[in-house]
C-alpha cells in the first residue's frame, strides 16, 4: 500500500490528508464504514487519528466511491472503495506548544479473488509543523 500523509489549510481551516493507494491490482481499500470487527470477523475499517499538536475537530471523510466486495469463497459483503488512489480527509486544530504531529493509519485491503492482504494497524508518519 502506498500512503502519503500531510497536513493542509483550506479556507482558513486545518486537515489532515491521507493518501492509500493498494499498489497491487484489483485490491479494495477496506471503508470507513466498515464496522469495527469487521463483518463476521472479517476485514479491517480504514481509521486515521492524531496525537502531539493536532486534534481532530470531526470525523474523517473520504469523496472516494464506495462498492461491496463479495471476497471468492466466503458468504459476506465488505464495504471497499473502488479501485485507485483513497484521499481521507481529517479536519484539525493545531495546539500550541508542539511542533510536530503524530497520525496514526490503520487499514487493509482485499480482492474478490486473490485474498486479502496482511492488515496495518496504527501506521505512524510524523509530521513537522510550521507557520
Given amino acids: 500500500m502506498a500512503v502519503t500523509?500531510?497536513?493542509?489549510?483550506?479556507?482558513?481551516?486545518?486537515?489532515?490528508?491521507?493518501?492509500?493507494?493498494?499498489?497491487?491490482?484489483?485490491?479494495?481499500?477496506?471503508?470507513?464504514?466498515?464496522?469495527?470487527?469487521?463483518?463476521?470477523?472479517?476485514?479491517?475499517?480504514?481509521?486515521?487519528?492524531?496525537?502531539?499538536?493536532?486534534?481532530?475537530?470531526?470525523?474523517?471523510?473520504?469523496?472516494?466511491?464506495?462498492?461491496v466486495l463479495r471476497p471468492a469463497g466466503l458468504d459476506v459483503r465488505l464495504p471497499v472503495y473502488?479501485?485507485?488512489?483513497?484521499?481521507?480527509?481529517?479536519?484539525?486544530?493545531?495546539?500550541e506548544g508542539t511542533d510536530n504531529a503524530r497520525v496514526f493509519l490503520t487499514y487493509g485491503a482485499c480482492s474478490e479473488t486473490a485474498g486479502c492482504l496482511p492488515p496495518v494497524r496504527d501506521h505512524e508518519v510524523t509530521l513537522q509543523l510550521v507557520g
Fill in 5 to 67: 500523509v500531510r497536513v493542509e489549510s483550506r479556507d482558513g481551516n486545518l486537515q489532515i490528508l491521507a493518501k492509500l493507494r493498494p499498489e497491487q491490482r484489483g485490491f479494495h481499500l477496506y471503508s470507513l464504514a466498515l464496522p469495527n470487527g469487521g463483518v463476521d470477523g472479517i476485514g479491517i475499517p480504514t481509521r486515521i487519528r492524531t496525537e502531539g499538536g493536532l486534534r481532530a475537530t470531526g470525523p474523517a471523510t473520504t469523496h472516494a466511491k464506495p462498492r
Fill in 82 to 95: 473502488e479501485d485507485g488512489l483513497v484521499t481521507l480527509e481529517l479536519p484539525v486544530r493545531r495546539l
